[in-house]
Every structure is written in C-alpha cells, then in structure tokens.
C-alpha cells in the first residue's frame, strides 16, 4: 500500500514538474497568438474598408447612437417599442431626431451595429437592382428557424427553389378562389360590433379582432378546421393524434402572439439573439407546434384511411373545399417538412393580412370622404341590388376604388414594418452618406441593412404621411348597414 502510495506521489509530481508548464505555456502561446491574429484581422479589415469607401466615394453614416457605445438603451427603447406596438413609428423617430434628411442611420444595440433606411432609392437597390449582392442572412434564418424550422422563409439558394416550386402552384386562382371559408369569419366579426341605440359601435380597437378573425381563417385555409380565436365556445377540445401530443385550441393564438413578438425582438440583437431569454417562447413553440402537428397526422391518416379518434368529424367545425394541407400531402407525407412549410405560411399570411386591415381602417376612420365613397361603390358592386351573383375574385380585383384604397394602405403603412438582408459582398447604397445624407454608403461583406415602413414623411409619402400613430389605436365607429327600402 506504502508502495502504491509513493508511486501516485512521483507520478503527480512527474506530470507537475514536467507537463504542466509545458501545456500552459502553449496554451497562452496559442490564446496570444489568436488575440494577435483577431487584432492584425480588424486592422486590415477596416484598412481595406476605409480604402473601397474613399474609392467609390462614400460617405460616414449619421447614428442615433453616439452617445450609447454599447445600444443598451437602443435595445431597451426598441424592446418597450415593441411591447406597446408601436416599432414603425419608433424606428421612425428615431431617424427624425438626427437632422435634415435622415432617412438612412447606423444602430448600434447591444455591439451589433446595422443601418436601418427608409430611402426608397437605397430599398430599390437592395431589392432590385443589385439584388445579386444580397441575402438573407445566417442570423434571420436561424432566429425564424427557432420557430418554423427550416421552411420557405428561412431558406436560399437551391433550397429555397426547390421548396417554392412545390408550394406555389398551389397557390392557384382555380383552386382557392372559393371565398366561402372567409364569409363565416367576417360575419363572427361583424357580430361582435354591437350598435348602441343610435346605430353606431362605441370605439372599438379593431386591431386585435383583426388578428383574430386572419387567424381563423389562414387555420382553415390551412388546415381544414379553424382555431376559432374569435368565439372561444366554438373551440374542440381535441385528441390527441398519433405522433403527437393533445394540442390546446384554448391558448393557440395567445402562444403564437408572444412567440411572434420574441421573434420580432431577437433579429435587434443580431448574432447576440441567444442573450434574449427564451425559456416562455421555447413554452410558447411547444404548444403552437402540439396543434399544427395534430393537424398534419390527422391529414396524413386520413390520406392513408386510418380510421382514429382523432380522425372523427368534430361537431361545428367544416372542412373548407381547398385545404392546401391536403394538397401537400399528396407531394410528400413528412410530418416535419409539412409542419415547417404550413406553420410559416400561417405566421405570415396572418400578420401581414391583420396589419393591412389595421392600417386601412385607421385610414379610413381619418378620411370620412374616402370611407363614404368606398362603401357606396362596395354597396355598388356587392350590394343586395347588384343581384345574388357569388363574391369572387375576379369581381373584388375589378372594384377598382377598393384596389387603390388597399394599395395606398399598404404604401403608408407597410403590412411588414421592417425586414432584414445581409451583404453578400463588399458594395454601397446609392444614398445616405455624408453630412447632407446625399452621398453613398459603404456597406461591408455581412454587413445588415433593415428596411422599415417608418418612411412617412412629407418628403416620401406626401402629405398623408402626417397621419402617424400606433397601429393599437385603429380605433373606429361602425354603423350597421340598413337594408335598401
């Protein structure tokens, strides 16, 4: 026992005297040389930025953030921003406290740096005519791929060719343009806007019924069945489905609500979006994601004539005649590319459609001629006296006073408030630069550009851009329409 005892001694003091100094001068060899390494990268690196941007003749980018080095503050007013729906408008503001013509600033949150631009020029740019030096980005597609997983949205390239050529066609006019699945819908929403004794609504906040009502309607489009966010009685309570757990109808749209604003926080952040807390969205994904895969093995058993609980008809709720969930399944039966594929066509198709519906009201609510006008030509065209001819696509698109209302909405007031591309190579924005902001940008390979629909102002949208606000005030009296005599 002496023996072994003595012979762990000389041992430990073998490797002590003799290995330990050794690896740890390596070791600090080997850290000095990647610090040396990082710094020689840096200096080179904004050497050769600092020659490309006196070559093509850019100029410095003005910042809101001079005096916050490390955009704390930045992230905290963006984050609060966001909490009270009012982003567009912050983002906006934030331009507006620069100077003359700030259209297009640096932000910096959290060492992060980007530029944020409401130039239509520097927009067209970086969607059209140099659209080649432009991605999306590994930072957007593994924040958005947290949620739906690799999908339409997330993917480029090869990819993102092949998934677009499956899901496209069938997005079809001879397939979807039965209008019915959206008739029940609005009529739920109607029946909430209740007139008082003088036939008109007290103020309403149309923008959360709103994002109900798209709910429900994108979910039966989808999937078949509704979620029925807007009449909570209406909602099955459902069993659960081979290859998934029981899925809650009740928190649906709640969970999909606060994981959409995670989302909306994290891309701020950039490669640091792992900072952000995420133990309640990783909650709120579950229990999204519990529902559409209930949804996808029931549609993928019925295809295959299983006959389950699950596959029961639930009492209320009627299948649309399109389902694209239907359709895809005819391509492929994997639960996982199903569930990436239609779960972000349910974010998107939602949020956008309520956005534009919240900004065409609020539009309208402050243009009583314009409100007038479209609903005389709306009683015109679908009204009791233009016969019982079916509402279809074909009629809505040659309504044309009701087009141009929907596209000046959508100019004023982006359904998508802001999105993300990063450089793909070392090239420049047409405008922005300099003290007067006429000159160009030098924008660096994997550099991040946002745009963001806070761009109204005088100078880009006319005078109408002087109605500004927060999409959570779309607040409007609604009369019930009285039958023609």
Same mark, same amino acid.
């Given at each position: ?142 924040? $958005? ?179 694209? $969930? ?69 009629? $809505? ?14 100019? $004023? ?73």
């Amino acid at each position: 026992m002496d023996l072994r005892r003595s012979f762990d001694r000389g041992r430990t003091h073998l490797y002590q005297s003799h290995f330990t100094p050794a690896i740890k001068w390596v070791l600090i060899t080997v850290i000095i040389a990647v610090v040396i390494a990082r710094l020689f990268h840096g200096v080179r690196g904004r050497r050769r930025r600092r020659l490309l941007a006196q070559l093509w003749g850019c100029g410095p980018v003005r910042s809101p953030d001079r005096n916050d080095p490390f955009g704390w503050k930045a992230f905290t007013t963006l984050r609060k921003a966001r909490a009270e729906q009012r982003m567009p408008t912050q983002l906006g503001r934030s331009m507006d406290e620069i100077g003359r013509n700030p259209h297009t600033v640096q932000r910096r949150i959290l060492w992060n740096q980007s530029l944020i631009t409401r130039d239509a020029d520097n927009i067209k740019c970086i969607l059209s005519d140099r659209v080649s030096h432009w991605e999306f980005g590994v930072i957007r597609g593994k924040i $958005l791929g947290l949620f739906t997983g690799p999908s339409l949205f997330t993917k480029e390239g090869r990819e993102w060719k092949d998934t677009r050529s499956w899901v496209r066609p069938q997005f079809s006019h001879d397939l979807i343009q039965n209008l019915d699945v959206f008739g029940s819908h609005v009529q739920e929403l109607c029946s909430r806007l209740q007139p008082d004794s003088h036939g008109w609504t007290s103020t309403t906040d149309l923008q959360p019924m709103f994002f109900n009502m798209t709910l429900d309607v994108i979910s039966e489009f989808l999937y078949g069945q509704s979620v029925h966010s807007q009449n909570p009685e209406k909602q099955a309570i459902l069993k659960g489905a081979r290859g998934s757990g029981v899925p809650d109808t009740q928190t649906f749209a709640a969970n999909l609500d606060e994981a959409s604003d995670w989302l909306a926080i994290a891309p701020a952040l950039g490669r640091w979006y792992w900072l952000l807390p995420s133990k309640d969205f990783k909650r709120q994904r579950g229990v999204v994601r519990a529902l559409v895969d209930w949804y996808i093995h029931r549609t993928i058993d019925k295809k295959n004539g299983e006959k389950k609980n699950h596959d029961e008809k639930v009492k209320g709720l009627e299948p649309a005649r399109f389902v694209l $969930l239907e359709e895809l399944v005819k391509l492929t039966s994997d639960p996982t590319w199903l569930r990436n594929e239609t779960l972000s066509l349910l974010t998107a198709g939602r949020s956008t459609t309520a956005a534009l519906l919240s900004w065409l009201f609020y539009y309208l609510a402050r243009h009583p001629a314009v409100f007038h006008r479209l609903r005389s030509t709306i009683l015109d065209d679908f009204g009791v006296e233009a016969g019982e001819a079916p509402i279809s696509f074909g009629r $809505l698109r040659a309504n044309r006073y009701l087009q141009n209302c929907i596209n000046e909405a959508m100019r $004023l007031g982006s359904p998508a408030h802001s999105s993300s591309r990063q450089a793909r190579i070392d090239t420049t924005l047409p405008r922005g630069g300099g003290p007067e902001g006429e000159d160009p940008i030098f924008v660096p390979k994997a550099y991040i550009t946002a745009r963001t629909s806070g761009e109204r102002t005088w100078k880009i949208s006319g005078q109408s851009a002087g109605i500004t606000g927060s999409v959570l005030g779309t607040t409007f009296h609604l009369a019930r329409a009285q039958e023609p005599a």
